[in-house]
């Protein structure tokens, strides 16, 4: 999808959590107020503990991640609205990955919390992040789940 550089930019954080669905619902909704575009952005990072290799497979393929990431959208937004937003997969740091998509943008807007993390962590650590380095509003929605 073409993106409009005359529309303003609502760049939103999706990484499959309720908190990051209500947050894709509030980028919709507030776009529509300002006429602006969404982008959903999701970014993964395999963390290394330690000396030892992760117990997983540093490989995501990236297709696939972008084909959930559209049924995800689908699912939470609908078919009609979900194709209106423009989607970017990367690999890398999520709040810099953010950051970096936030550039220039309206908004920038993410889940309380994430699919990291303990239960209890009201703010996660990448919306503490972004929230206290973007270079645009940026807008924490918490989750009824979180």
Known sequence: MDQDVSKPRVVVGVDGSPS???AVRWAVRYAGLVGGAVEAVAAWEVPLYGWSAPAV????????TREQMAQELT????ADAAAGV????????PAEILLRAAEGAEV?????RGRGGFARVMLGSVSQRVAAHAACPVVIVRSEET
Not at 75 to 78: D, K, P, Q, R
Not at 86 to 93: E, M, Q
């Open 20 to 22: 990051s669905f209500e």
């Open 57 to 64: 497979d540093m490989y995501i393929d990236e297709e696939a």
């Open 75 to 78: 699912e939470v937004l609908g």
């Open 86 to 93: 423009r989607t970017r997969v990367a690999h890398g740091n």
């Open 108 to 112: 920038l807007v993410v889940g309380s």
